[in-house]
């Protein structure tokens, strides 16, 4: 019988350089980002916000990160009848609004990452540019 499970992590340092490339890719496309990592088990890892990011994207980016870290899939991926059931269901908690990617290296799942602060579709773009510029595995935001 096992005791126990070994979970990879995103580490401090790569979700802090994910926050910085992530604000970097987001003025680049004209939006004052908001961008937030969580690891595997939902805990926050790092969290920035851009000069000027509109305060309630604070919020959305953490639910898409905590999104993409429990599916392990993009938060757009919740298919649409579901969305309304599975916000209501958390209490809010995950959403299906896009800017939410999950975090894997190698094949390995490490984290979720959320942008927001622009339209859903530049949240998107901002976050899989993030995932290319960390070198994570390729995701559909």
């Given at each position: 019988?096992?005791?126990h499970?070994?979970?990879?992590?995103?580490?401090?340092?790569?979700?802090?350089?994910?926050?910085?490339?992530?604000?970097?890719?987001?003025?680049?496309?004209?939006?004052?980002?908001?961008?937030?990592?969580?690891?595997?088990?939902?805990?926050?890892?790092?969290?920035?916000?851009a000069?000027?990011?509109?305060?309630?994207?604070?919020?959305?980016?953490?639910?898409?990160?905590?999104?993409?870290?429990?599916?392990r899939?993009?938060?757009?991926?919740?298919?649409?009848?579901?969305?309304?059931?599975?916000?209501?269901?958390?209490?809010?908690?995950?959403?299906?609004?896009?800017?939410?990617?999950?975090?894997?290296?190698d094949?390995?799942?490490?984290?979720?990452?959320?942008?927001?602060?622009?339209?859903?579709?530049?949240?998107?773009?901002?976050?899989?540019?993030?995932?290319?510029?960390?070198?994570?595995?390729?995701?559909?935001?």
């Amino acid at each position: 019988m096992s005791t126990h499970h070994l979970v990879p992590t995103v580490t401090h340092e790569t979700a802090a350089r994910a926050v910085s490339i992530g604000i970097e890719k987001g003025a680049a496309e004209g939006v004052k980002a908001v961008v937030t990592v969580m690891d595997p088990g939902l805990v926050l890892v790092a969290v920035g916000r851009a000069d000027g990011a509109p305060p309630h994207s604070v919020e959305t980016s953490r639910r898409k990160a905590i999104t993409a870290a429990s599916t392990r899939k993009p938060s757009a991926a919740i298919p649409p009848q579901n969305v309304t059931l599975l916000e209501h269901g958390t209490g809010g908690l995950l959403t299906g609004i896009k800017g939410g990617v999950p975090l894997f290296f190698d094949g390995v799942f490490v984290g979720g990452l959320g942008i927001a602060g622009g339209t859903p579709d530049q949240d998107a773009v901002i976050a899989a540019a993030t995932l290319a510029a960390l070198g994570a595995d390729e995701m559909g935001a």
